[in-house]
T-cell receptor, first 116, second 115 residues
Framework: GAVVSQHPSRVICKSGTSVKIECRSL??????MFWYRQFPKKSLMLMAT?????????EQGVEKDKFLINHASLTLSTLTVTSAHPEDSSFYIC????????????FGPGTRLLVL | AQKVTQAQTEISVVEKEDVTLDCVYE???????LFWYKQPPSGELVFLIR??????QNEISGRYSWNFQKSTSSFNFTITASQVVDSAVYFC????????????FGSGTKLNVKP
């Protein structure tokens, strides 16, 4: 099946620093990728849709200047948490949309971010 | 409005018991997809099944089976003869056919299978 990777899997940073998370589709091209956030014992919440070659579409309530998304190629999208604060600590999951053989989102393994 | 409800927050069973996870959805779309995902403690979401709203046939895959009832807007998931490795959080999700990017996840059901 399709594989999506995320790097890093876990990151601890100091408050005020920026953190970049990479999402790669390993065996298929994905013109569309998605970024989700999951709080402990909670469901996934869509943060934004990342489209290759264009600006990301953010969900209501998500600060676009806080969470910078770049979809640089057909296999890579990055999420940068700028000037991170403890409340940004969360589990971030990306997914990539595969269009063949069936349109399906494949999820990455997630990145645990802890901001101290 | 699009919404997925998983009323069971947590279920505990003893190994070899059957267990059913409930999923009720709301949608204005006439055509949509329903999904089940498994999230083990590692955090990675594992795709289990996708069902098109046109197809109301129940599906069985090994110990897993799914009961799609469009009349009651439900898409329940049954694990037969549960095993400890089935312990995880299970999410039901909904997306529209014409707005595939928007996934609506339920709040998840944590399944604990005890030996």
């Amino acid at each position: 099946g399709a594989v999506v990777s995320q790097h890093p899997s876990r990151v601890i940073c100091k408050s005020g620093t920026s953190v970049k998370i990479e999402c790669r589709s390993l065996d298929f091209q994905a013109t569309t990728m998605f970024w989700y956030r999951q709080f402990p014992k909670k469901s996934l919440m869509l943060m934004a849709t990342s489209n290759e070659g264009s600006k990301a579409t953010y969900e209501q309530g998500v600060e676009k200047d806080k969470f910078l998304i770049n979809h640089a190629s057909l296999t890579l999208s990055t999420l940068t948490v700028t000037s991170a604060h403890p409340e940004d600590s969360s589990f971030y999951i990306c997914s990539a949309l595969a269009r063949t053989p069936l349109e399906t989102q494949y999820f990455g393994p997630g990145t645990r971010l802890l901001v101290l | 409005a699009q919404k997925v409800t998983q009323a069971q927050t947590e279920i505990s069973v003893v190994e070899k018991e059957d267990v059913t996870l409930d999923c009720v959805y709301e949608t204005r779309d006439t055509t949509y997809y329903l999904f089940w995902y498994k999230q083990p403690p590692s955090g990675e979401l594992v795709f289990l099944i996708r069902r098109n709203s046109f197809d109301e046939q129940n599906e069985i895959s090994g110990r897993y089976s799914w009961n799609f009832q469009k009349s009651t807007s439900s898409f329940n998931f049954t694990i037969t003869a549960s095993q400890v490795v089935d312990s995880a959080v299970y999410f039901c999700a909904l997306t529209g056919v014409y707005n595939f990017n928007k996934f609506y996840f339920g709040s998840g059901t944590k399944l604990n299978v005890k030996p």
